[in-house]
C-alpha cells in the first residue's frame, strides 16, 4: 500500500527536477538529444505532459516538444500516418491498430505503454451537503433518470443521519467520447444490481438524464453554475473546488484520494499488449482501494527513420517513465504512477526503440 513517506518523497523528487538540479532520467546520452518532438492524442494528458516537457527540457536543453490535444483518435491516425513522433491514448493499441502502425513504423509497428493513472471522482454542487455515500445502482439510476431529487430514500438509506436536502438532481456530462466516460461506464456496470445495463463505449447514451456540455473542458464551468448538479470529473478539475462522494467498491465506501488509487492500481493486472507494449487494467469497481480510474498510454513506434529522432524519442520515453517524471506528473499533475510492475515492462519495451549507439 502507499504511503504518505512515499508520497513526500515522490514531492521533493518533483521539485528537484523542476528545478533542474539533478538528472531525472534514465538516458545517458550527453549532447546526443536534440532537436523537436510532435505529439498528438487525448486532452486527458495535458497536464501530464506539460509537467514532462518541462523536466525533460530542462534535463536535455537542445529539445522541445509540441503537443496537440486534439484526441485519442487524432493522435492514432497522427502516429499512423507519420504526422507524430508519439501518440498519448486513453487506452491501448489494438490489434488492428499495430497492423495500421506499421506503415509509418516499420515491419515491427507501434506499441503503446501506460505512463499515468488519473481518478476519477464524482463530484457534485450541493450546498452544505459533505460525503454523501453513492453507489453504483443509485449513481446509475440518477444518470438514468430514475432519481431526480438528493431526498430520494435510496440515496437517505446509503447516508442514514445525513440531512439531504429537497433539490433536484441535475447530472451533467460531456457528449465526446473519452476514456474517462468508458471508465466511468465500466464502473456503473460494476455491481450485481447494474450488471445488466447496456455497456457504454466511451461515449454517454444520447438519452442521458441532465445536461450536456459539448467538450469535457465545459464540464467544471457547468457543474459550478448548476445547483444540485452531478457530474464524473478527474481529479485536477475536481480540485478543491467541489465536494465529492464516496464511492462504493466491492463492500466498502471509499473516499477519492492518491493513496486510495494507488491502492487499486498496485493490485492491477499487467500484461502484453500488441506490438509489444503494457496494458495496466484497474479491477474497476471491486477494489481494493478506490479503483475508479482510467490508464493514459503513450503510443511509440520500435524504429524511426532518422537515428537522430529515434534517440530523442527515446530519451522522452525513458524520461517519462522514469522516477523524476513520473514524479513530476504525480505532483504537478495530480496523478498516480503505474505499478511497479507496469514501469518495470514498460522501460523494458522503451528499450527496444531504435538508436543509433555512438562508440564511445
Not at 539533478?22 to 536534440?34: F, H, L, N, P, R
Not at 454523501?132 to 435510496?154: N, S, Y
Not at 479503483?291 to 498510454?297: D, E, T
Request: aromatic share 8%; proline share 4%; with cysteine.
Amino acid at each position: 500500500m502507499r504511503c504518505k513517506p512515499r508520497r513526500q518523497v515522490l514531492a521533493l523528487l518533483a521539485s528537484v527536477c523542476a528545478l533542474g538540479l539533478a538528472s531525472c532520467s534514465a538516458a545517458e546520452y550527453g549532447t546526443g538529444v536534440t532537436g523537436s518532438l510532435t505529439a498528438i492524442g487525448s486532452i486527458s494528458q495535458m497536464g501530464s505532459i506539460s509537467a514532462w516537457q518541462q523536466g525533460w527540457s530542462k534535463e536535455f536543453r537542445q529539445t522541445s516538444l509540441r503537443f496537440s490535444p486534439d484526441g485519442d483518435a487524432s493522435g492514432r491516425d497522427a502516429l499512423f500516418r507519420g504526422m507524430a513522433h508519439f501518440a498519448s491514448l486513453d487506452s491501448q493499441l489494438t490489434t488492428n491498430d499495430w497492423e495500421l502502425s506499421k506503415a509509418a513504423c516499420g515491419p515491427e509497428g507501434a506499441f503503446a505503454i501506460p505512463t499515468s493513472v488519473t481518478a476519477v471522482g464524482v463530484a457534485y454542487n450541493v450546498a452544505g451537503l459533505r460525503n454523501v455515500r453513492l453507489d453504483q445502482a443509485v449513481l446509475a439510476a440518477m444518470f438514468e433518470g430514475k432519481i431526480t431529487r438528493w431526498d430520494d430514500q435510496k440515496i437517505a438509506d446509503l447516508n442514514p443521519g445525513t440531512a439531504l436536502p429537497d433539490m433536484k438532481i441535475v447530472p451533467v456530462w460531456a457528449a465526446g467520447g473519452s476514456g474517462l466516460t468508458q471508465a466511468v461506464g465500466d464502473y456503473l456496470q460494476s455491481s450485481p444490481e447494474t450488471a445488466a445495463r447496456p455497456p457504454m463505449t466511451g461515449k454517454w447514451p444520447a438519452d442521458t438524464a441532465g445536461q450536456s456540455v459539448a467538450t469535457y473542458a465545459d464540464l467544471a464551468t457547468k457543474v459550478d453554475a448548476t445547483a444540485g448538479a452531478v457530474a464524473f470529473m478527474d481529479r485536477a478539475s475536481i480540485g478543491t473546488r467541489f465536494s465529492t462522494a464516496t464511492v462504493k467498491f466491492g463492500e466498502d465506501f471509499v473516499k477519492v484520494t492518491d493513496d486510495a488509487l494507488g491502492t487499486a492500481v498496485d493490485s492491477g493486472t499487467v500484461s502484453e499488449a500488441p506490438g509489444g507494449g503494457v496494458q495496466l487494467t484497474l479491477h474497476t469497481g471491486r477494489g481494493p482501494g478506490y479503483s475508479l480510474g482510467f490508464v493514459g498510454y503513450q503510443a511509440f513506434c520500435h524504429s524511426y527513420k532518422n537515428p537522430a529522432l529515434a534517440r530523442l524519442v527515446k530519451s522522452w520515453a525513458e524520461y517519462v517513465t522514469g522516477e523524476g517524471g513520473q514524479a513530476n506528473s504525480s505532483y504537478f499533475a495530480q496523478v498516480v504512477s503505474p505499478s511497479v510492475a507496469a514501469l518495470e515492462r514498460s522501460r523494458s519495451a522503451v528499450g527496444t526503440i531504435s538508436v543509433e549507439h555512438d562508440d564511445k
